[in-house]
Structure formats: structure tokens, C-alpha cells
């Protein structure tokens, strides 16, 4: 939804409408730990508040919005990629754990196919679901700076209480209640990172700061904070707000989450963050 205010949310991972054409093996209720599960509910509000909003419908597993093109694993392909492939360390790290633009395997570690995927289809769904999200993200980004002259964008996630064997490079790590990242004070004015940190930790939780998480495609790619363009990367610990086995919501802590957040946002829509010293 589009937005009159600087401030911008997006949602890559919450999608829950799974295509026809996936031709995954994997199990649905498997398929769906990989979700940021309910995140489109717990800012609900934001529209109302002016505040723009980009969700992806398309499941996570399918195509991850948050990855790069070049994210791709081609021993999962029938033949060569025609495109560049990842050379960074820490991307081809993910690749090689199963989570890159096209996952291989759940966060367990699950097998997602039993077959090749064909190098058609693979672009078929970056040509529907990347691209579109993409652009949808950079327009709302562009049109809240136009206005106002700075935007500040939210990449809105959740993550499990506890990292399973195969979803990042901390399997086992018992998470905070909120993991705050802006790769290392490259996407965001650190001063505006710590405002969220101090503002969540004044509502009682506990917060980290780019660990594990620091942040990946979607505010590497439209973050320029010498440009007055702010992007930072905010996990919520689905313990806060939902039974993980379940999935189903928590209506007290979905309730205190959601105030406290509503809050935090009237902070950030109060907030110039280019008079941050």
C-alpha cells in the first residue's frame, strides 16, 4: 500500500500462497516453519498510519525476495546458469546451507525436491515474484523520498526462539527478542538503529544488535544513508507472539507486541534522521 509518509515496511517472508507449479516434495506443514509466520498482522496498523507497506504473497521456500540474482545454487539446475553466481563469502555461505534465492532444503535441513529444477522455471519466478517485489519496495522507497527529502525503511521478519541446524551459521543459538540490523551501520545512521534498540528495550525486551542478523538483499540493495536513505532489518522472536508448533497466534503477546511496535513507529514518524548527530 502506498505511503504519504518517510517511513516504508516490507515483508518478504510472510507469504503463504504456495503455486501450483512448485513441484516440491516437502511436506506442507514442514513448508510453512519456513514462513515469518503472522508478520503482516502484527503491523497491520502501519497502513492507517501512512506508513507504506510491500508484502510478498509467495512462500519464502519458493523464491526468497530477500536474496540476491546471483544467490543461486546450480547443482540444484539442469544445466548451466546463464547468469553471474555469488562470490562473496557470506552469500555463497547461505547457498552452500540450502537458503539462497531458491532454497534446497528447510531449516532442518529437509530436502525440498527430488528432481532438477530447470534453469526456465527458475527465471520464471524471478520474473513473477522477484522482480515485482523488488520494484514495489524501490517505489514506495523513492516516492517517501521525493517527498520528504529522507525515508527510513523497516524490513520486517520474525525468526524461530532457537536457530535450527540449518539456518544460519549459529545452529542452536537461543535468540533475543528482537535482533536489530543494519549491516554494520552501512544501510542506517547507527544513531537511528540505536533510537529502535533503546526503544524496544525500554518496553522490556531484550535486543541485539547485527547478531546474528545483520541484514541482506533488500536493505543492502536500497540503503544509502549518505543519501538520507535508511534501511534497517528487524527480527521478532516468534516465541513473543505465537506457539511455533501450532502457528497459531498468542493473543496477549500479539496484542503487547503490536502496541509496542505502533509506538516505536510513532517514534520513527517523529524522527529526522538527518538532524541525528
Same mark, same amino acid.
Given at each position: ?75 540444484? *539446475?539442469? !544445466?548451466?546458469?546463464?547468469?553471474? %553466481?555469488?562470490?562473496?563469502?557470506? &552469500? ?6 540450502? #537458503? @539462497? ?90 544513531? *537511528?538503529? !540505536?533510537?529502535?534498540?533503546?526503544? %524496544?528495550?525500554?518496553?522490556?525486551? &531484550? ?6 542478523? #545483520? @541484514? ?62
Amino acid at each position: 500500500m502506498p505511503g504519504t509518509t518517510p517511513l516504508v515496511l516490507d515483508s518478504p517472508h510472510s507469504g503463504t500462497r504456495y503455486p501450483d507449479d512448485f513441484g516440491t516434495s516437502c511436506p506442507m506443514h514442514l513448508l510453512r516453519k519456513a514462513e515469518d509466520t503472522h508478520v503482516e498482522k502484527i503491523y497491520a496498523f502501519a497502513p492507517a498510519m501512512g506508513v507504506a507497506w510491500v508484502e510478498a504473497h509467495f512462500p519464502r521456500s519458493y523464491l526468497d525476495a530477500n536474496r540476491a540474482l546471483t544467490e543461486i545454487d546450480p547443482t540444484m *539446475l539442469d !544445466a548451466p546458469w546463464p547468469g553471474p %553466481l555469488a562470490q562473496e563469502p557470506a &552469500t555463497q555461505a547461505k547457498v552452500r546451507l540450502g #537458503k @539462497g534465492l531458491i532454497w534446497r532444503c528447510t531449516d532442518e535441513g529437509l530436502p525440498l525436491y527430488q528432481r532438477l529444477l530447470g534453469v526456465a522455471e527458475v527465471q520464471a519466478r524471478i520474473d513473477t515474484c522477484w522482480r515485482p517485489y523488488h520494484a514495489a519496495v524501490e517505489q514506495a522507497i523513492a516516492s517517501a523520498h521525493a517527498q520528504h527529502g529522507y525515508s527510513m525503511h523497516i524490513n520486517c521478519h520474525s525468526m524461530p526462539a532457537v536457530a535450527a541446524s540449518h539456518a544460519t551459521d549459529y545452529p542452536g543459538m537461543v535468540h533475543a527478542d528482537f535482533v536489530v540490523g543494519d549491516r554494520d551501520g552501512t544501510a542506517a545512521h547507527p544513531g *537511528l538503529s !540505536a533510537l529502535v534498540c533503546e526503544h %524496544l528495550r525500554a518496553c522490556g525486551y &531484550t535486543v541485539d544488535y547485527n547478531h546474528p542478523y #545483520k @541484514g541482506v538483499e533488500l536493505v543492502r540493495r536500497y540503503s544509502n544513508p549518505s543519501q538520507h536513505k535508511h534501511s534497517i532489518q528487524l527480527e521478532i522472536n516468534r516465541k513473543l507472539y505465537m506457539d511455533e508448533a501450532s502457528l497459531e497466534i498468542e493473543p496477549q503477546g500479539m496484542a503487547r507486541l503490536k502496541n509496542d511496535l505502533r509506538a516505536m513507529v510513532e517514534m520513527l514518524l517523529a524522527t529526522d534522521p538527518r538532524h541525528i548527530g
